[in-house]
């Protein structure tokens, strides 16, 4: 993917409306409005937004925005996970794991990519990423203690993922939805992988039957809050429904999410940390207890467990890999130099 | 070529060369410069990896199974040269010591591969590395000075646990001194191109490095055997 640093940032000038030729041309606010109007019509008709299409600046900062925060949470959420690699107790988990987090870095270049087709460069998002302008996924502020983390990481977090991710592959903005099929190819390996993971320890000795059972009580409701707040808080969610960059509410991923571990976690033999949780007939669904809000507000505000620290280490690697990709940089202008003389 | 075979144990410090530098990659996870070289130094290391599993196989009648070979031998059982121990360092580090290896590895590979268990798959996959490793090299030692001078102290420093390599492996029948010479005249030309100077020193001190296929290592790899094995080593006999 070619790096786009000057984009067409909304603005009208050599945009070309969806609808194609006798599309109006660009210049007055009746121009403006026809090309929302065919904007409109295309989203409407679930039809996909290219990167050379007209679209709305709100729309397409939404976009940058969503997909920085997606991205930035790829290459953060390598971090817990990278912590057990040089530890990992058998070869064949060592060489299952790294291929995980290195999946996570494809990830982030893909969702990167995206974010550059609409003008976003790779080095001003993880700018915004380094000085807190924009955020990560905080579920990647709480820590990997046991090596059974990496299983409840697997089988929670890329499962939270999966459920959100999973519509976003029929999102409007091409680029992203296509990236969203590669990722969620992937992400359902972890997934299982995750599983088979817990799966293992729980038939395991007892020692490793309890630290899969404290692993997953520990990422259980930190899970549930990956889908955000609860419908009647989320400020983005409505324009976001309505542009089909979303296509679900929180709440309802949410059950989703519940509805598909609790018979996993019956399967593993393990028990979720939530004594409310039961069969409810008449709705369909599982019932679960009350998430505690206040604990979100707070990690998302920088007061989880390792905020400082994933922050840190990624600025960290950023700037001590600044001498490299200036070599890189000044190799390449050198050796440009030479092959034009 | 039933002549030629390896004999039972002649491929062990290969598997643990494979083994031990595919450990110290892991260890960039989440550290890279760019995002790019985070799935490349990933992708090298699980090559890496997946050739120590393939060379512990072919030895599982002798030493049990891949898992009882990683993490149940002591540090004086492992038979890997002292260059892959050697910490990460800085990025030049890493590369010029992936650089130093796998120009050994691949022509060693090369050589080898009508009977290793591992054969042609690996050599395809250490062509990479080299290639990888060859490419920074150039861009490093001809990018800016501080890339220049980095990548200098790293050959500098690295120069000495070079000539074990060369040291012949029991059982495993290879023209060493033809394949040192071969190694040598390709750093020489990859140098070049990289305005770096082969370092003059040594290749070996008389009294440190070079004894690492006869089980004596460097200070920091027990460092790694320890991190690497305390997990398994903690629930003896669990499977995972
Ligand atoms: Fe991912
Ligand atoms: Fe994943």
Redo the contacts between chains.
């Keep these: 993917m070619t790096s786009v640093t000057s984009p067409p940032r909304g603005g009208t000038a050599g945009a070309e409306a969806h609808g194609g030729p006798g599309a109006a041309e660009p210049g007055g606010p009746e121009a403006e409005g026809a090309l929302q109007e065919a904007f409109d019509a295309a989203v409407a008709a679930d039809e996909r937004i290219e990167p050379r299409d007209w679209m709305p600046d709100a729309y397409r900062s939404t976009l940058i925005r969503q997909i920085a925060q997606h991205a930035h949470s790829e290459i953060i959420g390598m971090q817990p996970e990278a912590n057990w690699i040089t530890r990992a107790p058998s070869l064949r988990r060592k060489a299952i794991l790294m291929a995980k987090v290195q999946d996570e870095a494809g990830h982030g270049l893909y969702l990167y990519g995206a974010a550059e087709t609409l003008g976003a460069s790779r080095e001003e998002l993880l700018d915004k990423l380094h000085d807190g302008r924009q955020k990560y996924s905080s579920i990647f502020n709480y820590p990997t203690l046991t090596w059974a983390d990496v299983g409840a990481i697997g089988w929670l977090v890329d499962g939270a993922a999966i459920t959100n991710q999973v519509p976003l592959c029929r999102c409007s903005y091409g680029p992203y939805a296509r990236a969203m099929v590669r990722i969620c190819k992937e992400e359902s390996f972890h997934q299982r992988q995750g599983y088979e993971l817990l799966l293992a320890l729980a038939r395991g000795t007892e020692a490793q039957c309890a630290m899969a059972q404290d692993a997953v009580d520990r990422w259980w409701w930190p899970s549930l809050m990956m889908f955000g707040p609860p419908d009647d808080e989320s400020a983005h969610s409505a324009q976001s429904m309505a542009w089909k960059i979303k296509r679900h509410s929180n709440d309802e991923l949410r059950q989703r999410f519940v509805d598909i571990c609790v018979p996993q976690a019956e399967a593993l033999g393990l028990t979720l940390p939530d004594p409310d949780l039961r069969w409810n007939e008449e709705r369909g669904h599982w019932d679960f207890g009350a998430i505690d809000w206040e604990e979100f507000r707070q990690v998302l505000k920088g007061n989880g467990p390792c905020n400082e620290q994933r922050l840190r280490r990624r600025r960290t690697a950023h700037e001590n890999g600044a001498w490299v990709r200036e070599a890189a940089a000044a190799h390449a202008a050198k050796h440009a130099a030479r092959s034009a003389s | 070529m039933t002549a030629t075979a390896p004999q039972s144990l002649a491929t062990l410090p290969l598997g643990d060369d494979a083994?031990i530098l595919s450990?110290r990659l892991?260890?960039w996870?989440?550290?890279?410069?760019?995002?790019?070289?985070?799935?490349a130094l990933?992708?090298i290391?699980?090559d890496l990896?997946?050739q120590?599993?393939a060379l512990?196989a072919g030895l599982s009648d002798v030493l049990g199974s891949?898992?009882e070979i990683?993490?149940l031998r002591e540090e004086r059982a492992f038979r890997n040269c002292q260059l892959v121990e050697q910490p990460n360092g800085?990025?030049a580090h890493t590369i010029v010591r992936q650089l130093f290896f796998s120009a050994y590895q691949q022509p060693l590979y090369a050589r080898l591969a009508p009977v290793l268990p591992l054969a042609a798959k690996a050599v395809r996959e250490t062509a990479y590395h080299r290639d990888h490793a060859e490419q920074w090299t150039?861009?490093?030692g001809?990018?800016?000075e501080?890339?220049h001078a980095?990548t200098q102290r790293a050959a500098d420093a690295l120069w000495r646990y070079t000539d074990e390599l060369f040291e012949p492996i029991e059982g495993l029948e290879v023209e060493w001194q033809e394949l040192a010479e071969e190694w040598k005249a390709d750093i020489r030309e990859v140098f070049g191109r990289a305005g770096l100077t082969v370092p003059q020193g040594p290749g070996k001190d008389a009294w440190a490095a070079g004894a690492g296929r006869q089980g004596l290592h460097t200070e920091p790899f027990g460092r790694l055997l320890a991190?690497?094995q305390?997990?398994?080593r903690s629930?003896p006999?669990?499977?995972?």
Excluded: I, K
């Design positions: 083994l450990q892991g260890e996870a989440g550290h890279a410069p760019v995002l790019e070289e985070e799935v990933a992708n290391a699980l990896l997946g120590a599993r512990y891949e898992d990683a993490y800085d990025f150039v861009r490093l001809d990018g800016t501080e890339s980095r991190e690497m305390h997990l398994h629930h006999g669990a499977t995972w």
